[in-house]
């Protein structure tokens, strides 16, 4: 039996945690660079602001309806997502974090009741970390992910499944006419990998409801559309086809993007960019006790300026396996320089690290690429770099050629709107008054 437990509005339930204040108000979570809606509360979809909805449009709302537009906060979001993930580990014997803001666990030998179970974790996850959830239990991945559907969609739209689903749905709990009349109920696009253009294909042959879809035959949707639809149909039927993927298991690429605050046009502030994204890079890849064989750079324009276009991307590989900050900070910069292109206004640009690898023993303990020339001391710099911006902040430590300019920097992001760090930065603690 797996559950997937899932953080409703998990980017503005962040927020609320710290600002209470927006209890019971339209709030939005804003994308990079303040550009559009990428978390809404129930209050702000209830006014009819959809996903992706760009900031500009929505901004009249604020005067007239009293919408709150927030810049994203990643490092709040990314702690309190670890500190949710660490809860629900607890809960079974294996989990797979499956995005920010939700995971698989499996709850084999769990005893008791599940959906008792179920309820107390939610409160727990709702007492300790402030976080509002819903979770849905089934005997399949496919079918735990289709009951956190229902869990929500029971108290958010009362009538259209039955009052006890609500918050904690356990499918595997249902009698069969009962699960029968759910998936019927249920739009075959709420099922877990049946995207738009798949759900209008499967609508074209008379298939509108997820109990269409699971009385199919595997054999003849294999021929028709594909091994993974078929595994769909056979997790719709209660046969486990989808295995649990272990967290610890680690990321096949590690990539960091990020759209400029303003057009870019000199060399040098793209190297202070691309400088920063593969140092992030570098860190992630460290905390996944990896190594990358090789590292991609791209930089493009903008598609919605009338301006001339441009995007290129190179990959440049490392002579070894390796971890080491520098290492991947040259490589990417010796992409950069490959593609840039002057007389164009830059608008993104990213770093990839590909082919990743589990570290070698020596590159595990030091981090660096021992077929390149380093400073006696580099084996360890990485690892220091980590140590010094995880206890004094982010970029206390980094390599000179990030530029000194820091948030004032040319290509820096918009956030004209962000809350405090309060979790992950000393300067920004919230502080209580008397």
Known sequence: MYALIDGNNFYVSCERVFRPDLNGRPVVVLSNNDGCAISRSNEAKALGIRMGAPWYQIRPMAQSHGLVALSANF??????????????AAWG?????????????????????????????????????????????????????LANVIAKTAELQPGRYPAHLAQVCHLGALSQEALRDILA??????????????????????IHSALDLAQLDPAAVRRRWSVVLERTVRELQGVASIELEESGSGKRQIAVTRSFGQ???AL??????????ASRAAEKLRRQHGAAA?????????????????????????????????????????????VYRPGFSYAKAGVLLLDLQASSVQQAEFGFDADVPVHPQGGRLGKVLDRLNRRYGQDTVFLASAGLGGARRVW??????????YTTCWKELPVAHA
């Open 294 to 338: 090789q590292v991609l750079t791209y930089i493009r324009t903008s598609p919605f300026r009338q301006a001339a276009q441009y995007s290129h991307s190179s990959v440049v590989p490392l002579q070894r396996p390796s971890a080491d900050t520098a290492a991947i900070v040259r490589a990417a910069l010796a992409g950069l320089r490959a």
């Open 185 to 206: 109920a249920t739009e075959v696009g709420d099922v877990w990998g049946v995207g738009r253009r798949l759900s209008a294909q499967l609508g074209s042959c008379g």
């Open 75 to 88: 490092a709040l979001y990314g702690d309190m997502s670890d500190r949710m993930m660490s809860l629900l």
């Open 268 to 277: 040098s502030d793209l190297e202070e960019a691309v400088t920063v994204f």
């Open 93 to 145: 014997p294996r989990q797979e974090v499956y995005s920010i803001d939700e995971c698989f666990v499996d709850l084999t030998g769990m005893p008791g009741e599940l959906t008792q179970h179920g309820h107390h974790l939610r409160e727990q996850l709702l007492q300790w970390l402030g976080i509002p959830c819903g979770i849905g239990i089934g005997p399949t991945k496919t079918l735990a992910k």
């Open 263 to 265: 057009p870019v046009t």
């Open 412 to 421: 820096s992001m918009k956030q004209e709107h962000r809350s405090p760090r």
